[in-house]
């Protein structure tokens, strides 16, 4: 297994993690709550990020709800997202590994960044690959994390927002208007 770690940011004896959860289920809202749930399980949370709307991206599907949390890790990140991929099994959550096209998914869990930088191994990329391109990654992280500084690109989340093309809008989420 190829693993490559550079620290980035130290924040406490134990590396904290961004998780993005996501959901455009018919109870998006129910399914970003249970997947917290179980993940409170495992690990400590230490920041929850509010909820943002989206239109679907890279398909047409229902609008997404997604939120940001801060956990807390001190194994091996590859050990998180086999935890996190078997809380989106336990949630109903079955992956098209044959196909590279974007679907509904009643719930996604997403290691975005971590504080001890970049992280390669056979089943993750940390910082995600993809997050650069995305508003609704880009929109929550800044909520509480803009200062966090991208491994790679050796800038802040805020420049990323800044300089996103992605045209899609993400809301900040009113669960007072529940569709």
Not at 82 to 99: Q, Y
Request: with cysteine; proline share 3%.
């Amino acid at each position: 297994m190829k693993i490559i770690e550079r620290k980035v940011r130290s924040s406490s004896q134990n590396n904290r993690v961004l998780i993005l959860l996501g959901s455009n289920s018919p109870d998006p809202l129910f399914a970003i709550d249970s997947a917290i749930s179980k993940i409170i399980l495992h690990t400590k949370i230490h920041k929850t990020g509010s909820l943002f709307s989206s239109k679907s991206w890279g398909f047409t599907g229902r609008d997404f709800l997604n939120q940001m949390i801060e956990v807390e890790w001190q194994d091996s990140l590859s050990e998180l997202m086999i935890t996190l991929l078997k809380i989106e099994e336990k949630l109903g959550r079955i992956r098209n590994t044959k196909s590279n096209n974007y679907e509904n998914r009643i719930i996604d869990i997403d290691i975005i960044l971590w504080s001890g930088g970049q992280y390669v191994s056979d089943n993750l990329k940390v910082p995600h690959p993809r997050m650069n391109e995305r508003l609704f990654v880009l929109v929550p992280l800044c909520e509480y994390w803009a200062d966090w500084i991208h491994p790679i690109e050796k800038t802040s989340m805020d420049s990323l927002l800044a300089s996103c093309s992605d045209e899609n809008l993400v809301h900040l989420y009113n669960i007072n208007e529940k569709k």
